[in-house]
């Protein structure tokens, strides 16, 4: 058994510090890097990619919609074509301080509301893989377990992880709650550990009603911006090798 780490972060910009991304670091496997839309600037992209290599963590891109007030979570009417710009656009941005620093770019995956949009909206799902797959056919899409983005991926014969949360609450069909509910956060790390080995081991998670539904955890996701990203992603991390489930990247 095996599984990636990963961790939403480089999501500072100007004078506004988001996350604690050096405390993170030495825990996880995989570095999503914010590309300058929903967060992130060119200094913090070039020093989040440089952070990431040093402690031999895969670095990959977190392209958002261009809401920087909102910090990417708020849905926006964007049509497929305008998608897949956006996302060549933003890759295109960490690969060039990837290659600038002699480091390989492994992955991509969508931030916040594009991410959550493209899970359950086919045609947008499918312009996003486009958009990857034209940049470097060889770079890993991050999806929901079960969602349109994982199955685009496939269809644009990408490779992909699907990706499970385990400090996010599941509606019944798969999706994650939505963050204007006071119950979308599982917010005690012990029980967010818990549940990840079992998404692990057994495939399964409970849902915000107590049922169990089947999962995909290719990769569990810690959000960098969270009070408890920390903790939780040291207790993930000690948790999961803990139960004799091998921590490493996507293909390594």
């Known amino acids: ?30 570095a999503n890097i914010a590309c300058g839309f929903h967060g992130g600037d ?13 402690l031999g963590v895969a670095v990959g891109a977190h392209p958002g919609l261009p809401d920087l007030a909102g910090f990417g979570r708020r849905a926006m009417q964007v049509t497929p074509d305008e998608v897949y710009d956006l996302l060549i656009y933003q890759v295109g941005a960490l690969l060039g301080f990837a290659k600038a620093q002699g480091v390989k770019l492994t992955h991509v995956k969508p931030h916040g509301a594009l991410y ?9 799902a499918d312009a996003i893989a486009r958009a990857v797959r034209d940049v470097d056919a060889g770079l890993v899409l991050f999806g929901l377990a079960g969602s349109h983005l994982v199955k685009a991926a496939e269809r644009a014969g990408l490779p992909s992880a699907s990706e499970a949360f385990a400090d996010r609450n599941y509606l019944h069909d798969g999706a994650l709650v939505p963050r204007s509910r006071p119950d979308a956060m599982v917010t005690d790390v012990d029980e967010a550990v818990r ?27 810690v959000h960098g911006d969270g009070p408890d990203a920390v ?21 390594a």
């Open 195 to 221: 549940r990840a080995v079992r998404m692990v081991r057994e495939g399964v998670v409970p849902d915000v009603e107590g049922e169990e539904i089947a999962i995909r955890a290719d990769t569990i996701c």
């Open 42 to 54: 060119p200094t913090v992209m070039r020093k989040t990619v440089a952070a990431a290599a040093k």
């Open 1 to 30: 058994m095996r599984v990636d780490i990963n961790c939403d972060m480089g999501e500072s910009f100007g004078a506004y510090e988001i996350g604690a991304d050096e405390e993170v670091l030495p825990h996880v496997t995989s």
């Open 116 to 124: 959550n949009m493209a899970a359950a909206q086919p045609a947008l």
């Open 231 to 251: 903790p939780l992603a040291r207790g993930l991390r000690a948790g999961l090798e803990a139960a004799g489930i091998r921590v490493v990247a996507p293909g």
